[in-house]
């Protein structure tokens, strides 16, 4: 059966046009899955009755359950949810003062490999289909009852490794007459896959661009990011120009500080010799100490020092606040718990 959520309105208008409805309905419906939230065509009761069992034949609904919940004392909550397939992904709920956002996956697994990731380890599944990222917003907001302001596609999998679906998701998620998450609250965030940072900055969308950097120098992003092997920093700085030229939008940085590797003053500075005039600001995060992982979290001096240089030195840099600390936090780490006590 198809899932109803993998499909924008207008794609929904000629779905219901191919089963001899009329184009409105597809507006009705958006706004049952979207709005009001429903969870079944039953709901739907401005549907005749045959339209609403036509449906039933034809669609599912992919509500996803949710296998375990965890929640922080700052208000954090992880999800663990069951994808309905026997696969689980994780999605997280984080509260700022500016509103709700949820951190969602893009895939079941990932094949990017870094090192300081609790994903890496687990065997990659498949990547999600766009209902299915779409879903992970729709089955939080129906727990919390109430409205995500934000999107951040951070969680597991690398989102232009599975670079349509995501696209479909945010044209989804956008769309005013459904959820109506504006472009400028949906961020996107890659380890680095050059050729889509380019065909991202074609879209001409409105969406922030992250890109997790980590490492000023090719042999320790290499060894942090395999990714780097295939496309080295150069690369990426020439595809991160030509984004901010074709976009005008500023990137967001991301690197995340280890200690004794990568988070002393020598790195801030060639950390500013490579951002040097660019159209961006620096998000650092103090690294997430994983099971296993070979890397662990700076002191907070240093890291107040690495944040206070760059910004003494034109780098617009900032420290992430961090969330969840009490609870499984890192992306892949709750999945990772569930699969060894399966
Ligand atoms: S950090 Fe992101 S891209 Fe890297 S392995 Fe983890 S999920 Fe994949």
């Not at 219901?16 to 429903?38: C, S, T």
Request: aromatic content about 8%; overall charge neutral.
């Amino acid at each position: 059966m198809k899932n109803i959520k993998e499909y924008n309105l207008d794609e929904l208008k000629e779905e219901l046009e191919q089963l001899g409805e009329k184009k409105y309905r597809a507006e009705q419906i958006f706004k049952w899955i979207y709005v009001d939230k429903v969870k079944s065509f039953d709901e739907m009761t401005n549907l005749p009755l045959e339209l609403r069992e036509k449906l039933k034949i034809e669609y599912t609904m992919c509500n996803f359950n949710i296998l375990k919940k965890q929640e922080s004392a700052d208000g954090t909550k992880k999800y663990l949810f069951d994808v309905l397939d026997g696969n689980a992904i994780e999605t997280v709920l984080m509260q700022y003062h500016h509103g709700k956002t949820i951190c969602v996956s893009s895939q079941i697994g990932c094949k990017m490999g870094c090192k300081f990731c609790a994903s890496t380890g687990i065997k990659f599944v498949r990547s999600l289909t766009a209902g299915e990222i779409v879903e992970q917003i729709l089955a939080v907001e129906q727990d919390i009852q109430d409205k995500i302001s934000n999107i951040v596609f951070m969680g597991i999998g690398e989102p232009f490794d599975n670079y349509e679906n995501v696209m479909k998701a945010i044209k989804i998620i956008n769309n005013q007459k459904g959820l109506n998450i504006g472009a400028r609250h949906i961020s996107v965030s890659t380890s680095g896959l050059v050729p889509m940072i380019y065909k991202f900055a074609d879209e001409e969308l409105q969406c922030t661009l992250s890109i997790s950097l980590h490492a000023t120098n090719d042999e320790k992003r290499s060894e942090m990011m395999p990714i780097n092997n295939r496309y080295k920093i150069s690369e990426l700085m020439e595809a991160c120009k030509y984004y901010i030229k074709k976009t005008n939008k500023r990137i967001s940085f991301e690197y995340a500080l280890a200690k004794d590797n990568n988070d002393n003053l020598k790195d801030a500075r060639e950390l500013v010799k490579l951002l040097k005039g660019m159209l961006c600001h620096v998000n650092l995060i103090p690294i997430n100490k994983i099971e296993n992982g070979s890397y662990s979290k700076s002191s907070n001096e240093n890291i107040i020092k690495f944040r206070d240089y760059l910004n003494d030195n034109g780098i617009v840099a900032t420290i992430r606040r961090e969330l969840g600390s009490d609870i499984d936090a890192a992306c892949g780490q709750l999945r990772r718990k569930n699969l060894k006590q399966e």
